[in-house]
């Protein structure tokens, strides 16, 4: 992780300055290419990628299982993926982020890389919900749950037809989800964990794949949008908590 960014930083550095921009001031966030680094940590995959969206064509994507090891995995993929396309940090035109739902520790790792190569770099971010990049590779599937493993005998769920969502991302336990949603299948880890509970067939796909984020956020890039915030999306409250205030100990 110091690694890429110091190299983001050098590779920022090193472009020859606006002269018709004021000293200290960061560069538009809108973007001027096609070529996007793509990033997902919202569950136990750790998903890095590049993507050239003016075709589209992911040039090289790498996925590791292991929901203890964002930190550690997520700087690796992406040197890797930029290795294996052939392409440097300073050819990136985009960031492209799965914001969640997912656990806080996880989900953390890979907004706070995105943001801080977009932010080196002067690179627009653009958030991708994580359940709807699930949902985007399934398009002819119709009244879709797409669910992820939120742990603790939970789900990240929200309800799809035809790739569009239906529903707000919930948490819930697989036996307590809203009535009359009426899924005909299912997708995603938690729906493969659960498979028994909900009584859905459940399709390919566990995790949020590079070409789904991107086919999700390539409009924006080609239409130069502007960059927005990293968002994540947690649906629960923090486990830690500040103290209450103190009892004197004469009560």
């Not at 939120?150 to 929200?158: H, S």
């Not at 915030?229 to 004469?250: F, H, I, N, S």
Request: glycine content about 10%; some cysteine; charged content about 20%.
């Amino acid at each position: 992780m110091a690694a890429i960014r110091r190299s983001a930083v050098r590779t920022a550095a090193s472009r020859s300055p606006d002269p018709a921009r004021p000293a200290g001031c960061r560069r538009p966030t809108t973007v001027v290419g096609v070529l996007a680094l793509v990033v997902d940590t919202s569950s136990a995959a750790v998903t890095a990628g590049v993507v050239d969206c003016a075709e589209p064509r992911v040039l090289a994507d790498r996925v590791t299982v292991h929901g203890r090891a964002h930190g550690e995995l997520l700087a690796p993929a992406i040197r890797d993926c930029l290795d294996r396309s052939g392409r440097s940090l300073s050819e990136l035109s985009a960031v492209i982020a799965g914001v969640g739902p997912g656990p806080f520790t996880g989900l953390r790792v890979g907004l706070v890389t995105a943001a801080a190569l977009g932010d080196a770099l002067g690179l627009p971010c653009y958030p991708v919900c994580s359940l709807d990049a699930l949902a985007a590779v399934q398009p002819a599937a119709d009244r879709l749950l797409v669910a992820g493993d939120a742990r603790r005998k939970e789900i990240y769920w929200g309800l799809y037809s035809g790739g569009r969502r239906l529903t707000e991302p919930a948490v819930n336990r697989p036996a307590e989800l809203p009535a009359g949603l009426g899924p005909t299948a299912a997708v995603g880890a938690g729906a493969r964990l659960y498979a028994e509970l909900l009584g859905l067939p459940v399709l390919a796909g566990d995790y949020p794949t590079v070409a789904g984020l991107a086919a999700l956020a390539r409009d924006r890039m080609l239409g130069r949008a502007a960059g927005e915030p990293l968002t994540p999306l947690y649906l629960r409250r923090p486990d830690a908590a500040a103290p209450g205030e103190r009892k004197p100990v004469t009560a």
